[in-house]
């Protein structure tokens, strides 16, 4: 325990960690408290002298700054900075009895008071959070007779509940004294270090070696860097610890264990610690790193990491249902948000269009996909996310019936009153009603337009496998060309759509007109047949780069009896339900026209920064990537409007339907950046496989020569390769990318030796 105790050369800061209501005013001035008289209106000015000393001005007991020192623990010459040279020490003297009647004086600005103690449960440190409006900081102090005085204790500090981590199976380390006791509702003996995520080194770590450590990191940079430092000390320990790194999935920025917890506030305690525990359990123990990477290679690394899905850019009841639903489902959080992103838009439709600028309008069409695997869980997320369309879809088919027997009714009866009276007859024949539909599936382009010419206001097509969509594209050509992909292209761009649907046993053909086309897409594809089913034309026409890709990690799939809620449910069904009834417009001739949105002020000011910051960026990509980039700026304004009218769908407090907000604006502008480095994940995937321009190529010479095809004879049609064995290299990649196989052709046991031929497809025989 240290003996003497010496003034902080910041008198300024050392006095107004002593005061309560702390705001800054000015330039170097603040108001508090006086703490020398009862004020709970702030009267006392802190400034600060030419030469570095704490002035004090109680504007409404005129205390003196005698009095005001007193109070607070200090005396007049400890407002004066030593500017280097050290002051005479003096003994040291508590500031407070107690470490609550400290807290008392902070009034509505205390947040919190925690004690560290040794093994035995003395106290050692004292730590009081200070609220100041959206701002927290944090005061030590340490015992010393007769009370406590300010600023730590010198040497190590202790590790927070450490009396209780003598016999604990698992321990959790956290970032705060406030994480731990949440932690703590939970079931976890839990500890973290004085000092927040820049102080891991000041505290003695050595009661963890040879213990089992998770570490549950805060969602941003300071709290992953914490993480990795803590890491680091507790594996060089001797015994070493055995450490896992677990980052709770959905955090908003700058959120932790208390934001998870509070996500999940109708959940019993168990279900949420069976979740945490879950992922514990899937998670790899932690190995460090002798070698440093160079900070160009570090950056590239972590642009093709995967980051988690921003769920602050959701409201925060979407945010709880897409969290406790993925939990329940055993996926990362991303395989719902994104289906979701989709459905919302297919809602939403030709009802609204957001104006970026006179002569720049966008819809509210939206294309996912998500790359998985098959078993890990994109089906049932996708699944869920568009359930409330067939629930629409049903309630449709339920009204169709009703409407249809009113309609049989009437027709027998026009029909009776023109058999009886042709020549008089006035009545108009009754119209068969249409059947009302916001979801297909049905990829083929003459099935959509169909479709749509019957319900103008948009559609959603949800898919559990996207290849048939890829692979539909050549369905109806036009002069040996794929014609499918320019229709598509002109759905996304929100235009007009003219198919010509042939006529049955000699009929005149049928002309399908969409004057606005508008049908948002979501579903899912493994890496491998996407590699297979892209083609050279899908990249150059442009419709890849019109695709959000993303490529969630694979969850170690357990089973959980978490379920979602009949709340939550009907709180997805009410968002669903608002949306569809978002009403459109009509222009004089009777025909649909969206409502148009414009931004406020705030909101146009964040787009303009964000398009040159996007622009500067794009400037320097190449290829594929470029042409994805490069739709990106226009889906900023897409998502934007996407997310403000769920924002109002879900009751959201302020939100005006009928102009995009700044915070609408921001969140998209996060969501895209987020999809622009999964274009640089997904894209490295398929140019690593054999989907790089000159691989889709390949795929596509040996497509066109009946899927298989020899070594040699590529050799003869190809002038990409220049011997058998870059031919051979570049196939067993494709292999092993799952693109192929190869297999023996043996002419159906006739002459001549078998051949070697690499097949298309990971199962030719069945294609």
């Known amino acids: 325990m240290p003996t003497n105790y010496t003034v902080a050369d910041d008198p300024v800061q050392e006095v107004l960690s002593r005061l309560r209501k702390v705001k800054p ?95 035995q449960g003395g106290p050692v440190l004292g730590v009081v959070r200070i609220e100041t409006g959206d701002a927290k900081r944090f005061q030590q102090l340490h015992p010393i007779a007769g009370g406590w005085a300010f600023k730590a204790p010198t040497g190590p500090l202790p590790l927070f509940n450490l009396p209780e981590l003598a016999n604990a199976e698992r321990i959790v380390v956290l970032e705060g004294e406030q994480c731990c006791d949440a932690a703590r509702t939970l079931g976890y003996i839990a500890t973290t ?28 940079a300071p709290g992953r860097a914490y993480a990795e430092t803590v890491a680091k000390i507790l594996t060089g320990l001797q015994p070493p610890a055995r450490v896992k790194i677990v980052e709770l999935p959905g955090l908003p920025d700058h959120g932790d264990i208390v934001d998870y917890i509070d996500a999940r506030e109708c959940v019993d305690t168990e279900d949420i610690k069976r979740a945490i525990d879950e992922l514990i359990e899937a998670a790899p ?69 957001l104006v970026i600028k006179t002569s720049w309008s966008v819809p509210a069409i939206l294309w996912t996909c998500i790359v998985a695997d098959s078993g890990t869980g994109k089906s049932p997320a996708i699944e869920f996310a568009s359930r409330s369309l067939y629930r629409l879809y049903r309630r449709a088919i339920r009204e169709q019936s009703d409407a249809m027997a009113s309609f049989n009714a009437k027709l027998s009866e026009w029909k009776k009153d023109h058999a009886e009276h042709k020549e008089d007859a006035q009545t108009t024949k009754p119209q068969e009603p249409i059947l009302a539909r916001v979801v297909i599936d049905d990829t083929t382009i003459e099935c959509v337009a169909a479709i749509h010419a019957e319900n103008p206001r948009g559609l959603a097509l ?188 879900a009751g959201e407090p302020g939100v005006n339907p009928d102009q995009l907000d700044e915070t609408s604006l921001n969140n998209a502008i996060k969501l895209i950046r987020w999809f622009t480095n999964e274009d640089r994940r997904v894209y490295a995937a398929l140019s690593g496989g054999s989907a790089g321009r000159e691989d889709r190529e390949l795929v596509a010479l040996i497509e066109n020569r009946g899927r298989r095809m020899s070594v040699h004879d590529i050799m003869r049609t190809s002038s990409r390769f220049g011997t058998t064995e870059e031919v051979e290299t570049t196939l067993n990649r494709m292999a092993k990318a799952g693109a192929g196989r190869w297999e023996w052709d043996d002419h159906g046991g006739g002459r001549g030796a078998p051949k070697r031929l690499f097949v298309l497809g990971t199962d030719a025989t069945n294609e």
């Not at 030469?51 to 700054?65: Q, V």
């Not at 270090?193 to 941003?220: C, E, F, H």
């Open 462 to 649: 949800v898919r559990d496998e996207l290849a048939g969509w890829f692979g539909g594209f050549d369905q109806y050509k036009t002069k040996g060309r794929g014609s499918d992909i320019a229709n598509w292209e002109q759905l996304h761009n929100g235009g007009a759509l003219i198919v010509d649907r042939k006529g049955s046993s000699g009929a005149p053909r049928q002309r399908l007109y969409v004057p606005r086309g508008a049908v948002s897409i979501t579903g899912g594809v493994q890496l491998a047949t996407l590699i297979r089913v892209l083609k050279p034309e899908h990249f150059e026409s442009g419709l890849v780069a019109r695709i959000l890709v993303t490529m969630p990690p694979a969850r170690l799939r357990q089973w959980s009896d978490i379920e979602v809620s009949q709340q939550d449910e009907a709180d997805i069904d009410g968002i669903v339900d608002r949306l569809y009834e978002l009403a459109p417009e009509y222009d004089r001739d009777g025909a649909l026209s969206p409502k148009f949105l414009g931004m406020s002020g705030p909101a146009k000011a964040a787009y303009k920064q964000f398009f040159n910051e996007h622009c500067r960026e794009l400037h320097d990509l190449r290829g594929d990537l470029k042409a994805a980039w490069s739709k990106r700026e226009g889906y900023v304004g897409r998502c934007a409007l996407v997310l403000h009218l769920t924002r109002w769908a």
């Open 285 to 353: 123990w932690f190995v460090p790193q002798a070698d440093t990477p160079k900070p160009q290679a570090k950056r590239v690394r972590d642009a093709l990491e995967w980051q988690p899905f921003p769920f602050d850019v959701f409201t925060e009841k979407i945010q709880r249902i897409i969290l406790w639903a993925s939990e329940a489902m055993g996926v990362d959080p991303a395989m719902l948000a994104i289906p979701l992103l989709a459905v919302f838009a297919g809602l939403i439709g030709n009802a609204r269009r």
């Open 193 to 220: 270090s004085a000092g927040g995520a820049q102080s891991p080194t000041k505290t003695d770590w050595t009661p963890l070696a040879g213990r089992d450590v998770v570490i549950l990191p805060d969602n941003d």
């Open 25 to 119: 005013t000015g330039e170097r001035q603040w108001s508090a408290c006086c703490p020398a008289h009862d004020d709970n209106n702030p009267s006392l000015t802190v400034g600060v002298g030419a030469d570095g000393r704490a002035l004090l001005h109680c504007f409404s007991h005129e205390c003196t700054p005698a009095a005001i020192c007193e109070a607070i623990g200090m005396q007049v010459a400890d407002l004066f900075p030593s500017n280097g040279s050290p002051k005479p020490a003096k003994s040291e003297r508590p500031a407070f009895d107690t470490l609550e009647c400290y807290s008392a004086t902070l009034g509505d600005t205390h947040g919190g008071t925690w004690v560290y103690t040794d093994i």
